[in-house]
């Protein structure tokens, strides 16, 4: 496997593994944490969905993100317009592993229903679930005022994507947007998936972390109600730079349940994190969206990194670690 291989499998993996560690302490209060893994934070998985390594609705999404794209790329269209179309199909095909019947006919057939794990409620999003339930074409945006994170925890696919299709910064923050708008109305809840798909691309072609927040933070500026955002990966950086305890500095930055606030304690925690462990450990531990915040953080750090550091009983443990990494791949040869 090639270095920028190994990247794209870790980006989505390590993501994944965020999310299954983050799974049983999502609505724990921090107090509830440090009774459960006393005092020491995550560090291994715990039953969540009656398994250990359970992924839940971030990593589900994520994957239907991967394969709106690839569809894009067999198609050979991958515009815009018509990737929204993508998106929303991809999206209602998850819908309909969610228990629910998608409200419109869709055009292909998505073999991501033939996997059982995806195939399972695992707390989905309230505003994913009621956009996509009254979805009224193929090519609609949402037009609700939600910010929550559930755009932004599924948009590290466009930024593998970008690697392979060299999209330009622009274009790039353009469907990690778009990818969150068939879901999100509100600017903050989709920009921030546009800044976020353009930080795991430039992790992929070898930025650091800052040079690759500095590009995203260029592109973003360049669009109406971006501040939210800004102010909060603003805050971060600042954050990361203090000697404040990860505790305290992560309550600073929210608890994780909108957009901004999960993007931020993401970037917060790969800034200041050691290593691998130690970035779970930070990124999920605390009284919020454990899961997303979790996930988008191991995200980021795959993309950096590769594989490399990621615990192999940890790897064997996530429940289905074979399909993810056969969609990164996927991705990776869809030039």
């Known amino acids: 496997m090639t270095a920028i291989a190994e990247r794209f499998s870790g980006c989505l993996l390590a993501g994944a593994i965020g999310d299954a560690m ?68 991809a999206y209602l095909h998850w819908l309909n592993t969610q228990q629910e019947a998608s409200p419109l006919p869709l055009t292909y057939t998505s073999h991501l229903l033939n996997v059982p794990s995806l195939n399972a409620r695992r707390a989905p999003g309230i505003t994913c679930i009621t956009a996509l339930r009254n979805k009224p074409s193929l090519q609609a945006l949402a037009e609700n005022e939600s910010k929550g994170c559930g755009g932004v925890m599924r948009a590290a696919p466009v930024g593998l994507f970008a690697v392979r299709k060299a999209l330009s910064d622009e274009v790039t923050f353009r469907l990690g947007s778009l990818c969150a708008h068939v879901t999100h109305g509100h600017p903050t809840g989709y920009l921030s998936a546009g800044l976020f798909a353009v930080v795991i691309r430039c992790l992929i072609q070898g930025m650091t972390l800052r040079a690759a927040i500095d590009v995203g933070l260029r592109e973003l500026q360049r669009h109406n109600g971006h501040e939210e955002t800004l102010l909060s990966v603003q ?49 999920v531990s605390h009284g919020g969206d454990s899961d997303s915040t979790g996930s988008i953080a191991g995200n980021l750090w795959g993309a950096m990194h590769g594989l490399n550091g990621i615990p192999q009983p940890w790897l064997a443990q996530l429940e289905a670690h074979q399909c993810i990494n056969q969609m990164a791949l996927a991705l990776h040869d869809c030039a």
């Open 22 to 89: 983050g799974a049983p302490v999502e609505f724990m209060s921090s107090v509830e944490i440090d009774s459960l893994t006393h005092g020491e934070g995550v560090n291994q998985f715990y039953q969540a969905y009656g398994k250990l390594g359970a992924i839940t609705d971030d990593t589900q999404m994520t994957l239907f993100t991967c394969e709106a794209l690839l569809q894009a790329s067999s198609d050979g269209d991958c515009s815009s317009e018509q990737v929204i179309s993508y998106f929303n199909q």
């Open 235 to 283: 805050r971060a950086l600042m954050l990361s730079a203090t000697g404040l305890s990860h505790r305290q500095a992560i309550q600073m930055l929210g608890e994780g349940w909108v957009a901004e606030e999960a993007l931020a304690i993401a970037l917060y925690c790969v800034l200041v994190a050691k290593d691998f462990s130690q970035l779970i450990n930070y990124s």
